[in-house]
């Protein structure tokens, strides 16, 4: 029979890539990690990781198992369900995830929302990065996340994680009260191609948005500065110091001296709800689900 505990193991190393990331998560050591690792091995008859440089990687049959142990993973979840169908309405602690302007404008008015109709329920919102976010998931640390697409996401195909799209946050281009562009209705990105950027930190999920869609338009930005919050980002504007493509969910400082300005083409990045395979039907999750696509609906309209 095989340990449900240690093929857990072997999932957190699939995840996290290496023997060592897997066991800090896991709050193992390394070699104890290694141990639960070699011991499923001996159990199951068949080598589960191999040298690969100075470190390893999964052999064929571990990749063939973890398909099989992804798949039990999604019918805890649907097991869990079921035993507690009988109890439908939301109630007990929802754990939620979500980047900064995920957290201001959805998951918090979600968490009102709930409260106010679901009085047995309670939400407990984390800040998260992106990459932060699945791994939270995969820990059972959260529930559900709002992450935005970026390319190192798991695939959406992906046997562990329930995506699905939530909406499209256009970008906006932004720039000074008193710049010639500042009034339009719609702006092509070209007309900005000369100018000063200011750009997201090259770490950020927006930053291959706002490159991609300077590309589109044909040219790269001169970035002079760069940014990790878009508040930081509009003080630059506001100073004069260059313009930048922002999201149209980020809520800026209000009253600064700056313009939003339509772009041509409405470039967008694209905002997911994100849980473990066979969450998504429990009734908190649900209805928090329900909250989170009417609260979109009404964001960027």
Not at 79 to 93: K, Y
Not at 109 to 118: D, F, I, K, N
């Amino acid at each position: 029979m095989i340990d449900l505990r240690r093929l857990h193991v072997l999932r957190a190393v699939a995840h996290y890539g290496t023997v060592t990331a897997a066991a800090h998560a896991l709050h193992f050591t390394p070699s104890a990690a290694s141990q639960q690792i070699r011991q499923l091995a001996r159990d199951l008859g068949v080598d589960l990781l191999e040298p690969q440089g100075r470190g390893v990687r999964l052999t064929a049959a571990a990749e063939s198992l973890l398909a099989h142990a992804d798949a039990i993973a999604a019918r805890w979840e649907e097991a869990e369900l079921d035993l507690s169908a009988e109890h439908r309405a939301p109630a007990g602690q929802l754990r939620v995830g979500g980047f900064p302007t995920a957290v201001s404008v959805l998951l918090a008015p979600m968490a009102v929302q709930l409260r106010e109709r679901h009085p047995r329920l309670t939400v407990r919102i984390r800040e998260t990065v992106v990459p932060e976010s699945f791994d939270l998931l995969f820990e059972r640390e959260i529930d559900l996340a709002v992450v935005e697409v970026a390319p190192h996401n798991p695939p959406l195909g992906d046997a562990r994680f329930d995506q699905q799209p939530l909406l499209d946050d256009p970008y906006d281009l932004v720039v000074p009260d008193d710049h010639p562009l500042a009034g339009r209705d719609r702006v092509d990105l070209a007309e900005a191609a000369h100018e000063d950027w200011i750009a997201p930190v090259p770490e950020s999920p927006c930053r291959p948005h706002v490159m991609s869609a300077c590309g589109a338009a044909g040219f790269t930005p001169a970035v002079l500065h760069h940014a990790r919050d878009w508040h930081v980002t509009a003080e630059l504007i506001a100073h004069r110091l260059g313009v930048a493509l922002i999201p149209r969910l980020a809520r800026l400082t209000p009253h600064l001296p700056i313009s939003r300005v339509r772009c041509a083409g409405d470039p967008h990045r694209k905002l997911l709800s994100s849980t473990r395979r066979g969450c998504r039907e429990r009734p908190a999750v649900a209805a928090a689900l329900e909250e989170l696509r009417a609260l979109a609906a009404a964001a960027v309209a």
